[in-house]
């Protein structure tokens, strides 16, 4: 189901993209992002790719905004989690 919402994507990028010169606020780049968020969220990341792609107008500021979190910080929420759940089950 990923692979049919990313296939459009990834045509663009490499068909379409490289005949306009790089005009993006944000990186990754908006079709980068949603690549990446629909691989990782699913369903979720469609919605994430649409809000992306509506807060990319003239007056917004840009700047990096990664769809997934580095993996410093998802181990870092991994361990919280064990912790509570070892905490509760004692």
Same mark, same amino acid.
Request: charged fraction near 15%.
């Given at each position: !189901?990923?692979?049919?919402?990313?296939?459009?994507? &990834?045509?663009?990028?490499?068909? *379409? $993209?490289?005949?306009?010169? %790089? /005009?993006?606020?944000?990186?990754? $780049?908006?079709? =980068?992002?949603?690549? &990446? #968020? *629909?691989? +990782?969220?699913? @369903?979720?990341?469609? #919605? !994430? =790719?649409?809000? /992306?792609? @509506? /807060?990319?107008?003239?007056?917004?500021?840009?700047?990096?905004?990664? %769809?997934?979190?580095?993996?410093?910080?998802? @181990?870092? +929420?991994? /361990?919280? &989690?064990?912790?509570?759940? =070892?905490?509760?089950?004692?």
């Amino acid at each position: !189901m990923r692979q049919i919402f990313i296939a459009p994507i &990834t045509f663009y990028q490499k068909w *379409i $993209s490289p005949a306009f010169p %790089a /005009r993006c606020k944000y990186y990754p $780049s908006c079709s =980068s992002y949603a690549a &990446t #968020a *629909i691989s +990782n969220y699913g @369903l979720r990341g469609v #919605a !994430m =790719s649409i809000w /992306r792609l @509506l /807060r990319c107008n003239p007056w917004s500021h840009g700047g990096v905004d990664y %769809a997934v979190a580095n993996s410093k910080e998802n @181990l870092k +929420n991994q /361990r919280k &989690t064990t912790l509570i759940t =070892s905490a509760g089950a004692q």
